[in-house]
């Protein structure tokens, strides 16, 4: 995040100011050469790769290049050759904290949260008002259901910036697992105001609405998410779910085949659409999902029980 706009701002500084073909053969030639190849798309990024080395050939510690380069290859999902640029960075300036937030992201990208959690707080150390570092720790500490020390680190963010968003939705996000919507719906329509256009916090506001039976008013949400063209399964689904507490059985199950058909094996979709299937007194159809849930998750509990429900009202 904060590497990208560097590199796009150090971009538009070369356009204006920087003749390209003088300087080619210098490492910040093939820097700018690199950052060229970057902005032209993924079909590009090795090209640029290969730029930021020869830059970096020619100075070691250009910690432009480095970053750069860190950045594309973390995009290219190639973790570990991007944290040895980061590594590199260090070497060379170790109280750089958005090296060591960049650490953190690493780690928590390969699921080492204790790790991820320490370069965090080194990042912190080294710049107490690093919003991203405040965000991303408070997100691991909730995760591990550590709720009001997440809160606080959400709370130091949005004091820091107020109008970063995903501060606001994340912090909705635990507190309605707390139960505490009221609060929750606060900070999800605060991030809706601060970002309209995202998808997914409609749909969660969604969610908590429904978690307080208001299914109907969950459903105008779910909708405005899908209006953006959100073709997420989950979205179809709980949106289904929400018809199916309503009793609209038909319509729910319109819903649910949405979802399966983004997503085959989606459980919670085959099991709603059953439940919705058997209350339509559709019995045979309904046993046809279980089974479907059952070909790839033999144990499981829910659906076991509902087909055997279905079987004792089919058999009547």
Request: charged fraction near 30%; include cysteine.
């Amino acid at each position: 995040m904060f590497l990208k706009k560097f590199l796009f701002i150090t971009l538009i500084l070369f356009i204006l100011t920087v003749n390209l073909p003088a300087r080619a053969e210098t490492a910040e030639g093939w820097y700018l050469r690199g950052l060229i190849l970057y902005s032209q798309g993924m079909d590009k990024y090795e090209h640029a790769i290969k730029c930021f080395d020869r830059a970096i050939e020619g100075k070691p510690d250009y910690i432009e290049a480095l970053a750069a380069k860190s950045l594309i290859l973390a995009q290219l999902d190639r973790t570990e050759e991007s944290m040895k640029c980061i590594d590199r960075i260090l070497e060379i300036h170790p109280n750089t904290a958005s090296a060591w937030y960049c650490k953190g992201l690493a780690a928590y990208d390969q699921g080492k949260k204790e790790e991820a959690i320490k370069f965090f707080d080194k990042a912190l150390e080294l710049d107490p008002e690093y919003t991203g570092a405040w965000i991303y720790k408070g997100w691991l500490l909730t995760v591990d259901g550590n709720y009001d020390e997440g809160i606080k680190c959400y709370d130091t963010a949005i004091k820091l910036e107020p109008e970063v968003e995903y501060a606001w939705f994340l912090k909705g996000l635990i507190l309605s697992e707390q139960g505490k919507y009221e609060e929750a719906l606060k900070c999800m329509d605060k991030a809706i105001e601060l970002k309209p256009d995202s998808i997914g916090f409609c749909h969660n506001k969604g969610l908590i609405l429904a978690g307080q039976g208001k299914h109907e008013e969950a459903i105008k949400w779910y909708d405005k998410d899908i209006a953006q063209d959100a073709a997420i399964p989950e979205l179809f689904c709980d949106k289904g779910i929400a018809l199916y507490e309503l009793k609209k059985y038909d319509e729910s199950i319109k819903w649910f085949d949405k979802a399966l058909t983004l997503n085959q094996v989606f459980t919670k979709a085959w099991l709603y659409k059953g439940k919705a299937l058997y209350e339509a007194e559709k019995y045979k159809e309904a046993i046809e999902c279980y089974d479907k849930i059952l070909e790839s998750s033999p144990d499981d509990v829910d659906a076991k029980n509902a087909r055997e429900k279905a079987m004792k009202a089919l058999d009547k």
